[in-house]
């Protein structure tokens, strides 16, 4: 166990909807990662909050938004979904921001999005 | 731009042999990191090695090592004494340690590992 937790595990949802993906990282750790994995695309970062601020941004769309909450919990919103959307979303934590260290990044088990 | 290849879509390891998966990259940064997860079926991802561009021994874990060779980018991971638990996605994984950057990792296409008993 990661310490990382993500919910839901899976989530089916319809072209055009609006979802929520939410991450508790590990205690104590104050940045949050969201990276996408779909088969076309594979493992790609998406965004980086830092004890509430955005601290890198990836190849995420304009329909894709993310915040960090002061209890460093984590969501992702979904928008006017499309099929290609459909992958496996993952939460990761670590303590610092990154810069200058070798700290292991910590993932959560994913939430599977299924857009039909 | 950051790369990693890895040119391994699948292989197979007899039980109790050991096993290396490749892994090339490619930067033109002096001072990164390199990272090798584990994804089984169930999907997480669990973190399995690390080595820092400036380690001058290559990292071991338990059964993991890393087979580190930095003039020709390359960080293998060499898997000991396979057991059928292993079977999973293997993905290789690189960041910059600048103190300007963030944790962004960048990850290869993955190896798929099946252990035969």
């Known amino acids: 166990d990661s310490g990382v937790t993500q919910t839901p595990k899976h989530l089916i949802t319809a072209t055009g909807q609006r979802v929520t993906l939410r991450c508790s990282p590990r205690?104590?750790?104050?940045?949050v990662y969201w990276y996408q994995q779909s088969l076309d695309q594979g493992l790609q970062f998406l965004i980086q909050?830092?004890?509430?601020?955005?601290?890198a941004k990836g190849n995420i769309l304009e329909r894709f938004s993310a915040q960090q909450f002061p209890d460093l919990h984590s969501e992702l919103n979904l928008s006017s979904l499309e099929l290609g959307d459909s992958a496996l979303y993952f939460c990761?934590?670590?303590?610092?921001?990154?810069?200058?260290?070798?700290?292991?990044?910590?993932f959560g088990s994913g939430t599977q999005l299924s857009v039909l | 731009a950051q790369k990693i290849t890895q040119t391994q879509p699948g292989m197979f390891v007899q039980e109790k042999e050991a096993v290396t998966l490749d892994c090339t990259y490619d930067?033109?940064?002096?001072?990164?990191?390199l990272f090798w997860y584990k994804q089984p079926s169930s999907g997480e991802m669990i973190f399995l090695i690390y080595?820092?561009?400036?380690?001058?021994q290559n990292a071991t874990e338990g059964r993991y090592s890393l087979n580190f060779q930095k003039a020709r980018k390359s960080a293998n991971l060499v898997i000991s004494a396979s057991q059928l638990g292993d079977s999973a996605m293997y993905f290789c994984?690189?960041?910059?340690?600048?103190?300007?950057?963030?944790?962004?990792?960048?990850f290869g296409s993955g190896t798929r590992l099946l252990v035969r008993p």
């Open positions: 080595q820092g561009s400036y380690d001058e």
């Open positions: 990761a934590s670590s303590a610092e921001a990154g810069a200058g260290t070798n700290e292991k990044l910590f």
């Open positions: 205690s104590g750790d104050l940045s």
């Open positions: 930067t033109s940064d002096q001072s990164y990191g």
């Open positions: 909050y830092y004890n509430g601020e955005e601290r």
């Open positions: 994984a690189m960041r910059d340690l600048r103190m300007d950057s963030s944790y962004k990792l960048i």
